[in-house]
């Protein structure tokens, strides 16, 4: 059966506070010290990823200013450009008007100058051929057929020469 004596129980209770004793003090302070670095790494990540994130965020923040600046810039320079651009062909179509406008005016003057000298040669023609109608007229005495017949040939004459 099972006895208990005291002295043993006794015995085994000391061996046994001694071993708790020995390992609290052997034991548990590494495990512990273990417990502690394992505490202050996992704090230091958690320190870290956070100031990490507010990092990222603060980038982010700026990254979101400057790409609203450049694309307001960028819309600022695509204005500038359809203005200057509006102006240029403005510019341009008028530059051709005034060249347009001039070169009807001189082709005008150069009508008028043809018109002229092409009335001065025609009087010149008429002058000549009505000379030479009234030499011959008076060269001979026409009745009538015979002037109807020289005004044909007169004509087919100034004709011929225009």
């Known amino acids: 059966m099972l006895e208990f004596h005291l002295g043993t129980i006794l015995f085994q209770l000391v061996v046994f ?26 704090n230091e990540q958690i320190n870290s990823a956070e ?10 923040a700026e990254q979101k200013s400057e790409l609203d600046k450049v694309r307001q810039e960028a819309h600022s320079i695509i204005e500038r450009a359809k203005k200057q651009g509006e102006s240029e ?27 002229d000298l092409a ?6 023609e008429v002058a000549d051929l009505s000379v030479l109608l009234a030499t011959k007229i008076l060269e001979k005495e026409i009745d009538a057929k015979q002037y109807d017949k020289e005004m ?11």
């Open 119 to 124: 009335i001065a040669s025609l009087r010149d």
């Open 89 to 115: 062909a403005d510019s341009i179509i008028s530059a051709a008007k005034d060249r347009a406008d001039r070169l009807v005016a001189e082709a005008r003057v150069e009508i008028t100058r043809e018109k």
């Open 51 to 60: 100031t990490s994130r507010k990092e990222a965020e603060a980038f982010l």
């Open 17 to 42: 506070i001694i071993l708790m004793i020995i390992i609290g003090k052997i034991g548990t302070k590494p495990v512990v010290e273990m417990m502690r670095k394992r505490q202050n790494f996992i």
């Open 152 to 162: 044909n040939q007169v004509l087919k004459e100034v004709g011929e020469r225009l």
